[in-house]
Nanobody
Framework: QVQLVESGGGLVQPGGSLRLSCVAS????????MGWYRQAPGKQRELVAS???????NYADSVKGRFTISRDNAKNAVYLQMNSLKPEDTAVYYC???????????????WGRGTQVTVSS
C-alpha cells in the first residue's frame, strides 16, 4: 500500500557532503513524523534525525550542527542534508514515516529499504 524509496547515498570523502532523499508513495491519507535512521556494521540501528508534520526537528547528538532534515509535504518527501561527513557516519541510512492510508486511517510506521553511505578517503 505504501512505498518509501530512498536515494542519494554513495561514496564521499571525509569532510564532504551528501543529500539523501526519500519519497513516499501509495494510497496515502496522511503523514505525521518522518525521519532517518542508520545502521553501521555490527551496530544497532539508531535515530539520526526526525521531523514532525509541523517542521519541528530532532537530531542525534553525533550529527547536530552537521546534518539538516527537511520535508516537502506536497511531495510526501523527506530529505537529509549531510555536511562535514566523517568516517563514523558510514552506515545504511533508512527513511521512516508515520503514515495513514485510505480505508484504514491508522498511523503506522513504514520503512524504506535503505541507502548506503560510505565516508572514506
Amino acid at each position: 500500500q505504501v512505498q518509501l524509496v530512498e536515494s542519494g547515498g554513495g561514496l564521499v570523502q571525509p569532510g564532504g557532503s551528501l543529500r539523501l532523499s526519500c519519497v513516499a508513495s501509495g494510497s496515502i491519507w496522511g503523514i505525521n513524523d518522518m525521519g532517518w535512521y542508520r545502521q553501521a556494521p555490527g551496530k544497532q540501528r539508531e535515530l539520526v534525525a526526525s521531523i514532525s508534520s509541523g517542521d519541528s526537528a530532532n537530531y542525534a547528538d553525533s550529527v547536530k550542527g552537521r546534518f539538516t532534515i527537511s520535508r516537502d509535504n506536497a511531495k510526501n518527501a523527506v530529505y537529509l542534508q549531510m555536511n562535514s561527513l566523517k568516517p563514523e557516519d558510514t552506515a545504511v541510512y533508512y527513511c521512516t514515516a508515520d503514515i495513514a492510508v485510505y480505508s484504514d486511517y491508522r498511523y503506522l510506521d513504514w520503512w524504506g529499504r535503505g541507502t548506503q553511505v560510505t565516508v572514506s578517503s
